[in-house]
């Protein structure tokens, strides 16, 4: 099993090393955030050990980056304890498992054994369809380089849309999970919204993502349109 550890404090990662070396793994090290994203990208590993704060990157935009690159390696954060971070902003972006430091190492090995054991199944913190992208998360779309703003609604009822990509869905169960009960005093509000949705996400770029399927509902196509 291949391990890559990205830390920049250099004793450290030299200590995690030698101890994950003598546990039987192949271990390489980068000692900055965007050395190690480039490691990450070519080294073809089992498991990453990766520092929260680092230079040049931090360890959040790394495996932000990795996993909008469907690269779905395990990862595990490491962080020190100072409250600017937390847990749960570290598996928002993608991250398998989380330990602050100081950490033991006997629960360092264990964790990572656990995450080996799991594999690298898809498991995207970030929707993708073609060059569409949207963070449940960072509450963000975009189209490529292009940054969409939506309403709550608009970002809702695309969501929905995306977790369900390439399948027929009815307007009765867009009503259902995008709208609750109260204030739809409209019968045509899913094809007002669906409206809005395409004049954001597909007529600027010359698209058609948002499909009818006339008499069933709209299907969200797979490569984004
Ligand atoms: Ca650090």
Redesign the pocket.
């Known amino acids: 099993m291949r391990l890559l550890v990205v830390?920049?404090?250099v004793r450290l990662a030299r200590a995690l090393q030698k101890g994950l070396r003598s546990e039987g793994f192949a271990v390489d090290i980068s000692h900055d955030g965007a050395s190690g994203l480039e490691s990450a990208r070519v080294g073809n590993y089992d498991a990453i050990v990766l520092?929260v704060?680092?230079p040049r990157l931090s360890g959040y935009e790394v495996v932000r980056t990795l996993r909008r690159e469907r690269n779905w390696v395990p990862v595990l954060l490491l962080s020190?304890k100072d409250g600017e971070y937390d847990e749960a902003d570290g598996l928002d972006v993608g991250a398998d498992d989380y330990l602050t430091k100081p950490f033991s190492y006997v629960v360092l090995v264990a964790r990572l054994r656990a995450l080996l054991r799991r594999g690298a199944p898809e498991r995207p913190a970030v929707l993708v369809a073609g060059d569409l992208v949207l963070d449940p998360a960072a509450k963000q779309v975009a189209r490529g380089d292009a940054t969409i703003s939506l309403t709550a609604r608009e970002f809702s009822l695309l969501e929905y849309l995306m977790r369900r990509a390439g399948e027929v869905v009815s307007r009765l169960d867009l009503l259902e999970h995008v709208w609750d009960s109260y204030g739809v005093s409209e019968a045509n509000v899913v094809e007002v919204y669906v409206g809005y949705l395409r004049r954001k996400i597909d007529t600027p770029f010359g698209r058609a993502a948002v499909t009818t399927v006339r008499g069933v509902g709209y299907r969200l196509e797979t490569d984004g349109g």
Do not use: F, G, K, Q
């Open positions: 830390e920049d404090e520092d704060m680092l020190a």
